[in-house]
């Protein structure tokens, strides 16, 4: 195993102390419980949106802790959920008293830790559940569809929302709109290693891909020979379409997820290759998100997801956002 | 070789349509020649800056191009000087009356191309050479030091101050300035595959790192075998405070750039470490950037970059800037 870390067991403890010291001026850090808040947390009489899962997806959640995204994030130890004490302190220090939303990607560990944590906290509480992997059902870690990279764009839509003052009710129904409107699908060129494993998560040979893997290199539809971008490209888009049923010109968002290993010249030529597919659809992608935002430590390869747009979603979407690992408009 | 493209010939240019489609609001492309430009060029009465180099590092140049920043970036080949015309057909399309500043990374190739370019413009022509890796003396390919990541750090510095008026010759004072205060060294843990060549650059061992090792996989100072973070970042501040000799208490800027397959979990363990090093050494890091910014496709490793900061620079980091890949302020 060859990483930057020190001992297997400070990878996630000094990971965080240096995500804390270069984002000060966004986010704030506490340890045992570990979690991450918003800088000016609690922000009274605001929904406190919380979410959080197993580390090893960088920049998911911690980095899309800020203005008009998450309050809070809990992190877990890598690819292991975060547990129960984790949740209710960082929704205790984010509470504004206008109601917790809790953000969770549909993974048994953490559905069972959340829905723990939220019989335990006082006041109003949500759930957005997040399963917009269109790959498989039913996997190695849950049961019904897997929530992957679209996660990202629940978070920031239902986070402008919040940041507006929409209310509990609201920012709920607006997650559950998003999260219904989104597709995933990934391919996985390579596997990626679990520090404290020491070796890779799976093997797979020098000209294979595993089509349709998890977050987790968890196994996806089938191990194929390695194809052409346009073709991946086409059976990705064409399954999340299978889903999702966009209609003709509708408006879509466009994410290309890296899965950590593969770099930006990859992702862009799988964006346009993406692209293309869309348009061959008749669809019109007017928001579009390229780079490493729901990872899978090292592993090479990449997701694309698509999400249906309305006027909210998009008036969302283009709000102001000042996070460490999503900024814009101010 | 395992890479998300269809061929070989088209990567690059397949790869530009799909940043340009991205990025339609920030930036335009052209192709043949080939270059990108802010998509509001030319900016009447501004200094333009104008780099580029072999593709590859992304988001080095292009994603640096747009408000606060580039105004043109030329993209070669895969590690392959862009041409002449290229940078001529950019400058020309940028230009806005008051000027043209070259940035130009220390190589021998981009060089040459850039001079020639200079000779073959009309009006004010100035050049940045930047030249912050510390790890050799003279190169693969080059002759002196090696242009590497402090290279982000110049272009976004001066290019808040040609935003804010900065004439052509305070543009390029500052730019020197900037370079002279940087210092930047790498370490690889693997190998980077270029597209046309299908197999990677060099062999490495699996408990060995190249210690100062090139943007291009070019050699370092040593092959050793890996060592902890910690002991990583020691050498790495130590040899860069060597050469740069900030004084007691001096406000310094760090950057942690990723390589391209190394996850953000260990670029920010690497920051941690590194900032305890420049702390024990007297030092405040006031500034920070952690990501993949000067990449080396998919090669796994890290670059520290330290810049002594004065208060010019710490205005002209903090101003917007609005690029692809560096977005902040408005």
Chains 1, 2 share one sequence.
């Not at 690819?79 to 549909?106: C, Y």
């Not at 897997?146 to 919040?162: F, H, N, P, Y």
Request: hydrophobic content about 45%.
């Amino acid at each position: 195993m060859k990483k930057l870390i020190n001992t297997v067991d400070d990878v996630l403890t000094e990971s965080l102390q240096g995500f804390a010291e270069a984002h000060a001026d966004l986010v704030r850090i506490a340890q045992a419980p570990t979690y991450v808040v918003r800088a000016d947390a609690p922000v009274q009489g605001k929904v406190a949106l919380i979410s959080g899962g197993g580390s090893g997806h960088e920049p998911l959640h911690a980095g899309f802790v800020g203005h008009g995204m998450l309050d809070a994030a809990c992190p877990g130890q890598v690819f292991t959920s975060p547990t129960p004490d984790q949740m209710v302190a960082a929704a205790e220090a984010v509470d504004g008293g206008a109601g917790l939303l809790l953000i969770v990607k549909n993974y048994a560990g953490d559905v069972m830790n959340f829905e723990m944590a939220g019989e335990m906290l006082s006041g109003d509480v949500a759930t957005v559940l997040t399963n917009d992997d269109v790959a498989v059902e039913d996997s190695t870690y849950t049961t019904g569809r897997r929530g992957v990279a679209g996660t990202v764009l629940v978070e920031k839509i239902v986070g402008a929302a919040a940041e507006a003052g929409a209310d509990l009710a609201a920012c709920k129904a607006l997650g559950d709109r998003v999260n219904a409107a989104t597709g995933s699908m990934g391919v996985a060129l390579t596997s990626c290693t679990v520090p404290a494993a020491g070796s890779p998560t799976f093997a797979i040979g020098e000209d294979e891909m595993e089509m349709g893997v998890g977050i987790h290199g968890e196994p996806g539809r089938r191990r194929v020979r390695l194809e052409s971008a346009n073709a991946i490209a086409k059976e990705l888009v064409g399954e999340i379409c299978a889903r999702l049923a966009p209609g003709a010109g509708e408006r879509m968002l466009l994410l290309v997820n890296g899965f950590g290993g593969t770099p930006l010249m990859e992702l862009y030529l799988m964006y346009h290759a993406a692209v293309q597919r869309c348009r061959e659809r008749g669809l019109q992608v007017v928001r579009s998100l390229v780079g490493n935002y729901t990872t899978s430590l090292d592993m090479a390869g990449c997701s694309l997801t698509l999400t249906r747009l309305d006027d909210e979603m998009i008036a969302r979407w283009d709000a102001p956002v000042h996070t460490p690992a999503l900024r814009w408009g101010r």
